[in-house]
């Protein structure tokens, strides 16, 4: 049975910023003993302090999660710390914006290397120690991880590498008789400072795609998990949307991203291929929770508050699909609008089946 998180040991990866900061004040916040690491030491050790001084229990081992020896230490030193690991948070990322053919063969290597192999070493080395405890693998996807999107192609292919993976270990332990509960968290656009370290090739700094949501629903929806026992965790509606989406259909996907797809993920401020990034080693700021869209930003989302709740939530998402081929179907794109009704009556009975599955 998975313990309350005032109970747990969790280790977060890429704690320094963004999500997996906003994860590790909450969950220190509610009594949760945190185990930060990120390859910013100076930016580690001042949120271990901050949550420490606040009467909370952290501390800070800074790690590359490319590096599989520095990730194993990481594993040891929370059990060296505090005689478990409850659940294991696979957080870390990096972003790279430009087209396949712009982007050289070594950075896209490199996002790939963060964002799914630094989740692979992650897991191989927190397993021997969930499997004693019971606990809970978490990885940090996104909404990506079931649609691509131009200008983020490594990106794109690494989600996409780590939701293939965990449906096949998920079943291995499952297999095995093992307690540990994997989770796959899908977050839509959160407005974080990843944008701002991203590097990037279009002559431009690069945005998240609208809608945005605030770090602190990313949060909420990991300890969901690491208290829980779900599958998947989408972050937000538009990921949930996105997803059924290109179930239904992806090549009216394709037609809405080549007229949408790229001037929505770029800003009016100049930043060039050369301005500082994190693609390879951290910068000196990490930038704290929040990016630089907090205006546009949402604090909420109605589908997550009602997503533990199959049918509900299958309701919601129909809703919204519903609205979503109301509007559309007011404006020239016709294809929108047979692609959101057929989402919305595929959906409207699609929470009572999944009530009965617990998977």
Known sequence: MPKPISEQVIVITGASSGIGLATAREAARRGARVVLAARNREELERVAGEIRREGGSAIAVPTDVTDYPRVEAL???????????????????????????????????????????????????????????????????????????????????????????????????????????????????????????????????????????????????????????????????????????????????????????????KTDWPKDADAPHNLYAHVESDGGVRGDFTPQAKSRSVYQEVAGYPVAASLATAAVLGVAAALAGSRRDRALPVLFAAGALMLSGKGTLAATYGG
């Open 75 to 265: 594993a040891r030193r929370a059990v060296e710390e505090y005689g478990r690991i409850d659940s294991w948070v696979n957080n870390a990322g990096v972003s790279l914006y430009a087209t396949f053919e712009e982007a050289s063969l070594e950075d896209f290597k490199q996002v790939v290397d963060v964002v799914f192999y630094g989740q692979v070493h992650g897991a191989r080395a927190a397993l021997p120690f969930l499997k004693q405890t019971g606990g809970a693998l978490v990885c940090v996807g996104s909404a990506l991880s079931d649609r691509g999107i131009p200008l983020q192609g490594a990106y794109c292919a690494a989600k996409h590498a780590l939701k293939g993976w965990l449906d096949s270990l998920r079943v291995e332990l499952m297999h095995e008789g093992s307690g540990v509960r994997v989770t796959l968290v899908k977050p839509s656009s959160i407005n974080t400072p990843l944008f701002n370290k991203a590097k990037t090739q279009m002559g431009v700094m690069p945005q998240p795609i609208p809608p945005i949501y605030e770090p602190e629903l990313a949060a909420e929806g990991i300890l969901r998990a690491v208290e829980g026992d779900e599958r998947d965790v989408y972050i937000g509606g538009a990921g949930k949307l996105l997803s059924v989406a290109e179930r239904i259909s992806p090549k009216l996907l394709d037609l809405q991203q080549t007229r949408q797809g790229f001037e929505q993920q």
